[in-house]
């Protein structure tokens, strides 16, 4: 990756983009070709250069594919020229004559260097570089007057009546509107203004989290209306605007999150080293506290650990149910059973979570976690956190009436969307605090259904480990402490589509697999793969 990229901010030239030649008759000079005012700027930097090299062809060509993909008597739109296969989206090339299916589509652009292809179903622009669509104000305006010219495959000379911003439309739009450009991927750091690295982690893993990040950048929280004071919501939209709407590479300095973050709570205040799981813990409540909607009555969130007929009631069941960004995302369930040995009756509660904290160690013959042996990997802490264990003091049956001994065992009883996971690497006594370095080996693909309430319960039932389905979750990001207990450093690994980036501070680089899964990981955040 380089230090240094340059930026060219490609605009229209000034001239006139009539096509027809300057004549001496008095008489109007008809021309078919649109005689259009040109924008001030293009859709992508990839289409301005396009347009640079040959503007009247890129028209031209944009003109027939639109005119073929608008009208509803054309079927040859509709078929692949590589596959033959018969579809309902198709792209037309706007370099040559050829119509492909989305996947062919991509494999021409990159064999052909024909980035761009127009959609058969409204002919809007698709640029394979961007990967993404483009909005070109000359092309749409060529779009909208054919669009008006075809009406039931008889195309009529008419000029579309609908509203057509003015001069001094333009330019307030021009003003204040920040265009995304196509470097704009959210690969950047922070700036470490005094022993922050604790905030910049987690920063990261909520940037990169795109659930989060929809819900930023599709104006789920509008700073500009808000008139909370010290609103965190605000403070988290600016990074997120910095983030994903500038191609800057420098580290951003997130300087009203962090004095809000002060004001919100006392102890963080000042520039000493903070915990990142507390920070997480402090940082998900405050956002829940400034996006909670006005109306909760919808779906309770999260992958509920039932069966798809089962319905869940739409009455709340806790008090912190939410429609929030960050209970729809975080907010999970652990259902705790205590057994009782005399009379096997059983006390079912249930609990929220926003994540789960595991315990590195196995308990030592007395019931003592600081001189078990380490655990060696995440599932067997899952596994150790979900065992049936013996209570320590005795318990008041409610069906004895009287002390008993007793077992006690935590199932996951509703899974999020987003599974943070804390492994429990600090350890304090009344006399000492230390750090485990051990190793844990952790996965890049988690299944946690035999960690549910359903697995558990049916493994007793007929004694076979495990269900049908699965529940599969991708590694997201990994946050690591390095150094000791009481100083040292954050950095973490985020991946960003099929690539993994080190982020330490303001300084961001390329990472391996093989990074990632060696990383002494103090914080592991899972993405649920797909949604019923």
Not at 206 to 223: A, E, T
């Amino acid at each position: 990756m380089s230090a240094t990229t340059i930026v060219t901010t490609l605009k229209r030239p000034s001239v006139s983009m009539s096509s027809g030649p300057t004549t001496a008759s008095p008489k109007v000079n008809k021309n078919k070709n649109l005689h259009l005012q040109p924008p001030t700027f293009y859709g992508c930097e990839h289409i301005g250069k396009h347009f640079l090299k040959d503007n009247n062809s890129c028209r031209t060509f944009y003109s027939s594919a639109t005119r073929v993909a608008l009208d509803p008597d054309r079927l040859t739109v509709q078929k692949c020229a590589k596959c033959s296969y018969m579809l309902t989206q198709t792209y037309l090339c706007m370099s040559c004559p050829s119509i492909h299916c989305p996947a062919d589509a991509k494999d021409h652009a990159e064999s052909e260097n024909h980035p761009f292809g127009v959609d058969s179903r409204n002919g809007n622009v698709f640029c394979f570089l961007c990967k993404d669509y483009i909005y070109d104000p000359l092309l749409e305006e060529i779009r909208i007057e054919l669009e008006a010219s075809i009406d039931g495959g008889v195309r009529k000379k008419r000029r579309l009546s609908d509203y057509k911003p003015t001069a001094e439309d333009l330019k307030s739009i021009d003003t204040h509107t920040t265009y995304a450009p196509c470097r704009a991927t959210g690969l950047r750091g922070f700036l470490n203004m005094g022993s922050t690295c604790f905030m910049s982690v987690v920063l990261q893993s909520l940037i990169h989290n795109p659930f989060v990040r929809n819900h930023y950048l599709s104006d789920g929280h509008k700073r500009g209306e808000c008139t909370r004071t010290n609103c965190m919501a605000c403070a988290m939209d600016e990074v997120f605007s910095e983030f994903w709407t500038s191609d800057k590479l420098d580290g951003f300095g997130p300087v009203n999150l962090l004095t809000t973050s002060w004001k919100c709570e006392q102890a963080l205040a000042g520039y000493q080293q903070q915990d990142a799981h507390e920070y997480l813990q402090f940082l998900l409540n405050q956002l829940h506290s400034t996006n909670k909607p006005s109306d909760a009555s919808s779906e309770e969130p999260g992958v509920p650990d039932a069966k798809p007929s089962e319905k869940p009631s739409s009455k709340p069941a806790h008090p912190t149910d939410c429609t929030c960004i960050i209970h729809r995302v975080f907010y999970g369930k652990l259902q705790s059973d205590v057994t009782c040995e005399v009379c096997k009756n059983v006390t079912t509660a249930e609990d929220p979570v926003m994540d789960l904290s595991l315990d590195l160690r196995l308990k030592n013959k007395k019931g003592q976690l600081g001189q078990g042996a380490i655990i060696q990997s995440l599932q067997q802490c899952l596994a150790r956190f979900t065992a049936t264990e013996k209570l320590d003091r005795e318990y008041n049956c409610g069906k004895c009436e009287a002390p008993r001994e007793a077992t006690k065992q935590l199932t996951v009883k509703r899974l999020p969307p987003v599974l943070c996971i804390q492994l429990k690497r600090f350890e304090h006594s009344s006399n000492t605090s230390s750090k485990i370095d051990a190793p844990i080996r952790f996965p890049l693909e988690l299944d946690m259904t035999p960690y549910t309430t359903r697995a558990k319960r049916k493994a007793k039932l007929t004694g076979l480990p495990g269900l049908p389905g699965q529940v599969l979750y991708d590694l997201l990001s990994v946050v690591v402490h390095k150094g000791e207990i009481n100083s040292g450093h954050y950095i973490c690994y985020c991946r960003d589509k099929e690539q993994w980036f080190q982020f330490d501070d303001s300084v961001v680089t390329l990472a391996t697999e093989k990074q990632v899964l060696q990383a002494q990981a103090y914080l592991l955040v899972y993405v649920i793969r797909t949604i019923s």
